[in-house]
């Protein structure tokens, strides 16, 4: 059998062959497609060998066209489902405003940390930073780990006063501060009374 008598058969019972695609595919756009193709692929120079069933030849040749058509399409589709999720999917990455912002918080925490009186310092650094037990820390400074707990306290809110602004700038001391939050705290204890 030669490639042009299959074509042949094809032009004859095209119609036959295409309800009979659109049934097996539900689509008559694919199967329309796939015979075209079919035709197409049949265009070659040298013998088609022995065909026992020329139509279902054909047929089967149309659906495995129609197949790799899918298959591509459903590729297609599947980098084009990635390409939408990960312009959806946000940058893990801070954006510059965040970036300066968060630089910014840093270097105002270094000055509150370099205001602390040096024992406050070390004691912030050793159980902060470098993970220390308050007990540790209190045999490293020679005091008990009350006094560990107290000079903690106070150097978080410290921290936490200058990095709200209440700090007035690395002059003003610990000790002034919490003068300062006592007699606040006296008046508001006055005024209720």
Known sequence: MTW?????????????FR??????LGSAELADESLNETWLRLHRGDEAGVVRSPAGYLLRMA????????????RRARRSDVRDAL?????????PEREVAARSEVKALHRAIAA???????ILIAGRVKGLSQNEI??????????????????????????????????RSIDT????????????KAGRE
Not at 87 to 95: F, I, N, R, T
Not at 139 to 158: C, N, Q
Not at 177 to 188: C, F, H, L, M, S
Request: hydrophobic residues 35%; aromatic residues 4%; contains cysteine.
């Open 63 to 74: 659906t495995n066209i129609a197949t790799d058509h899918r298959r591509a399409e459903n």
């Open 138 to 171: 209190a045999d490293r400074f020679g005091i008990t780990p009350r006094m560990v707990r107290m000079e903690l306290r106070r150097a978080l809110d410290h921290c936490e006063a200058f990095l709200d602004g209440d700090a007035g700038g690395p002059d």
């Open 87 to 95: 312009e959806v999917l946000p940058d893990p990455a801070p954006s």
């Open 177 to 188: 501060i919490e003068n300062e939050r006592a007699v606040q705290a006296i008046a508001a």
């Open 116 to 122: 602390l009186p040096h024992r406050s310092r070390e």
């Open 4 to 16: 042009n008598t299959l074509r042949e058969l094809l032009v004859d019972q095209y119609d036959d």
């Open 19 to 24: 309800k009979r695609l659109t049934r097996r």
